[in-house]
């Protein structure tokens, strides 16, 4: 981005967020944190290429990657204000349309992850197939770590899923977690309370 993009077409900012608390779709947790390595990860770019020159400065983009979370939304709409008001000239009103806008957006992404997933569990089930649940976190996106270990399993015919692609319809999931519901281990598929405790982490849980 800096050396590439920002030489054809000037970038004024680079906005990479520190996530300190994210949306959990599972029940009784003790808190919903990021992952350290996930919201410190802006910080420890913003060192890397700052430490012995400032390749920002040097470029003429402002780094930007003040904190947020986004369990409260309207902690996060002041702090998207406070961050941006000012840098892109807009009004207070127009911030909070802009991140409830982005929050629906945000839900009706997650809809349709889900909707799609649903599909293709279905179609698993009604052909007796198996299909791959890939459980990691944020960076494991990155192929130069996970080995593209997602198109290999693709390649030979098992449909990769996410587990935000995963119903969270505690009545759909009801028929997997049926022994423990029936002998009141946990009172919802949405819990994992019984198994660990201390569930802090988001991207853990």
Request: charged share 25%.
């Given at each position: ?87 892109l000239g807009i009004t207070e009103d127009e911030n ?49 770590l996970n080995h593209s270990v997602l198109d290999e ?53």
């Amino acid at each position: 981005m800096i050396f590439k993009k920002s030489a054809a077409n000037q970038l004024d900012y680079i906005f990479f967020p520190c996530l300190t608390h994210m949306p959990t779709f599972v029940n009784g947790v003790e808190d919903s944190t990021s992952c350290p390595i996930v919201s410190g990860a802006p910080k420890v770019i913003r060192a890397t290429f700052t430490k012995e020159t400032d390749f920002f400065a040097k470029n003429n983009i402002e780094y930007v990657d003040a904190a947020f979370t986004l369990t409260e939304r309207n902690y996060f709409a002041k702090t998207m204000f406070e961050t941006w008001g000012e840098r892109l000239g807009i009004t207070e009103d127009e911030n909070d349309h802009a991140c409830r806008q982005g929050f629906d957006a945000l839900r009706a992404f997650d809809a349709e992850m889900e909707r799609r997933g649903m599909e293709i569990l279905e179609q698993l089930e009604w052909e007796n197939k198996v299909g791959v649940l890939l459980l990691g976190r944020l960076y494991h996106l990155d192929p130069g770590l996970n080995h593209s270990v997602l198109d290999e399993y693709q390649a030979l015919g098992y449909p990769v899923l996410s587990i935000r692609s995963i119903p969270k319809d505690p009545r759909w999931l009801a028929r997997f977690f049926k022994d423990d519901l029936d002998r009141g281990f946990v009172d919802t598929p949405l819990t994992v309370s019984d198994v660990w405790p201390e569930n802090y982490s988001t991207n853990s849980v």
